[in-house]
């Protein structure tokens, strides 16, 4: 029994081993292919740009680089959106950080980075590539820490930590296999025709004929419009309230802190996007509110910005159409320009 425990014990440690061997030589991106087509092409070509866009469907969808870049032509900006759908925190803070890793100093001037909130890993998600690829012992503890001053039950912060923790694990056990023989499609159509990595969700529809889910989605929002004026009533009722701050997580605060401090040693203005549409926004507006006012900006509040909450500029409940895209665009750049007025090239 001794020698079965000892010989149990060396294949297991061989086994993790070899599993950790194999992730030195794998992308760090490999878990979201979306993601890694975007960021090889950006990579060949980022001698072209000096603003780049991260973050989930929410910006990818909504932030057009070459408007962007036409409106804000006094500032020099040459944009890549590189966000890709799904990518939420803490994954797309893990993504910024392995960029910053590889970034020259001094190559890229200003990033717009989604601000979000941490969701919970469903139990069905837990085992898969998306979930587990970017798990290492930093972005766990920062998820236990968030979870841990979130205001939220006792229950629900238990399913957060099992979620995360169970994720992580699945990530040093699970390399070899879904790693060395993973194979991805061809993701080329994120980066769209114009190369500047912005494809709106009903241009992809109509460019993809047969993709019935898109169309699914549309008809399904089409015939259920009330459960939009419902989430505008909902982030009515967050910015109305005159104190956020009992929703103000600080392992996030703390977090974005750092990610802005890391990004000035790139000489890398970092700004966050709080963008429309989203389920909550209690949280968001509390960081918001302890950021200095040139690192966020804030493109949600249904009174100030109504046409990104009408049903002409939409696709669906969360995401916008390529006019609704375009309204976005101009209040980013409105809004980017009212933050650096006299100071087209803010120092660090």
């Given at each position: 029994?001794?020698?079965?425990?000892?010989?149990?014990?060396?294949?297991?440690?061989?086994?993790?081993?070899?599993?950790?061997?194999?992730?030195?030589?794998?992308?760090?991106?490999?878990?979201?292919?979306?993601?890694?087509?975007?960021?090889?092409?950006?990579?060949?070509?980022?001698d072209d740009y000096n603003t780049l866009i991260l973050g989930s469907s929410r910006v990818y969808r909504h932030i057009q680089?070459?408007?962007?870049?036409?409106?804000?032509?006094?500032?020099?900006?040459?944009?890549?959106?590189?966000?890709?759908?799904?990518?939420?925190?803490?994954?797309?803070?893990?993504?910024?950080?392995?960029?910053?890793?590889?970034?020259?100093?001094?190559?890229?001037?200003?990033?717009?980075?989604?601000?979000?909130?941490?969701?919970?890993?469903?139990?069905?998600?837990?085992?898969?590539?998306?979930?587990?690829?970017?798990?290492?012992?930093?972005?766990?503890?920062?998820?236990?820490?968030?979870?841990?001053?979130?205001?939220?039950?006792?229950?629900?912060?238990?399913?957060?930590?099992?979620?995360?923790?169970?994720?992580?694990?699945?990530?040093?056990?699970?390399?070899?296999?879904?790693?060395?023989?993973?194979?991805?499609?061809?993701?080329?159509?994120?980066?769209?025709?114009?190369?500047?990595?912005?494809?709106?969700?009903?241009?992809?529809?109509?460019?993809?004929?047969?993709?019935?889910?898109?169309?699914?989605?549309?008809?399904?929002?089409?015939?259920?419009?009330?459960l939009l004026k419902s989430r505008i009533e909902s982030t009515n009722q967050s910015f109305s309230k005159q104190n956020n701050?009992d929703f103000l997580n600080k392992a996030h605060l703390n977090k974005i802190n750092y990610l802005i401090k890391k990004s000035?040693?790139?000489?890398?203005?970092?700004?966050?996007?709080?963008?429309?549409?989203?389920?909550?926004?209690?949280?968001?507006?509390?960081?918001?509110?302890?950021?200095?006012?040139?690192?966020?900006?804030?493109?949600?509040?249904?009174?100030?910005?109504?046409?990104?909450?009408?049903?002409?500029?939409?696709?669906?409940?969360?995401?916008?159409?390529?006019?609704?895209?375009?309204?976005?665009?101009?209040?980013?750049?409105?809004?980017?320009?009212?933050?650096?007025?006299?100071?087209?090239?803010?120092?660090?």
């Amino acid at each position: 029994m001794k020698k079965f425990s000892v010989n149990l014990l060396f294949f297991v440690c061989l086994y993790l081993g070899i599993n950790q061997l194999v992730s030195l030589f794998v992308s760090p991106y490999h878990g979201n292919p979306f993601y890694l087509e975007k960021y090889n092409y950006f990579a060949q070509h980022q001698d072209d740009y000096n603003t780049l866009i991260l973050g989930s469907s929410r910006v990818y969808r909504h932030i057009q680089p070459n408007y962007l870049d036409e409106l804000l032509k006094d500032y020099e900006t040459s944009t890549f959106n590189l966000a890709a759908p799904s990518t939420f925190n803490p994954e797309a803070y893990y993504l910024y950080e392995k960029l910053l890793n590889v970034l020259e100093k001094d190559r890229i001037k200003y990033v717009f980075l989604e601000l979000q909130s941490l969701d919970p890993i469903s139990r069905r998600n837990i085992n898969t590539r998306r979930n587990y690829y970017w798990h290492n012992w930093e972005y766990l503890n920062f998820a236990i820490n968030y979870t841990l001053n979130s205001n939220i039950s006792l229950n629900e912060k238990t399913q957060f930590i099992y979620g995360y923790s169970i994720s992580y694990l699945v990530n040093k056990t699970r390399v070899i296999y879904d790693d060395v023989f993973f194979q991805t499609r061809n993701f080329k159509e994120y980066i769209d025709n114009n190369q500047d990595g912005f494809y709106a969700v009903d241009r992809q529809m109509a460019d993809s004929k047969n993709n019935n889910m898109l169309k699914d989605r549309m008809r399904y929002f089409l015939e259920n419009t009330h459960l939009l004026k419902s989430r505008i009533e909902s982030t009515n009722q967050s910015f109305s309230k005159q104190n956020n701050q009992d929703f103000l997580n600080k392992a996030h605060l703390n977090k974005i802190n750092y990610l802005i401090k890391k990004s000035k040693e790139k000489n890398i203005h970092l700004v966050f996007i709080i963008p429309p549409r989203l389920p909550e926004y209690d949280g968001l507006i509390a960081i918001k509110e302890k950021l200095p006012k040139t690192h966020i900006i804030e493109i949600a509040n249904p009174e100030k910005y109504p046409e990104l909450y009408q049903i002409d500029y939409s696709f669906d409940i969360g995401h916008l159409n390529s006019e609704g895209a375009k309204i976005f665009t101009e209040y980013l750049a409105d809004e980017f320009i009212d933050l650096f007025p006299s100071n087209p090239q803010p120092s660090s």
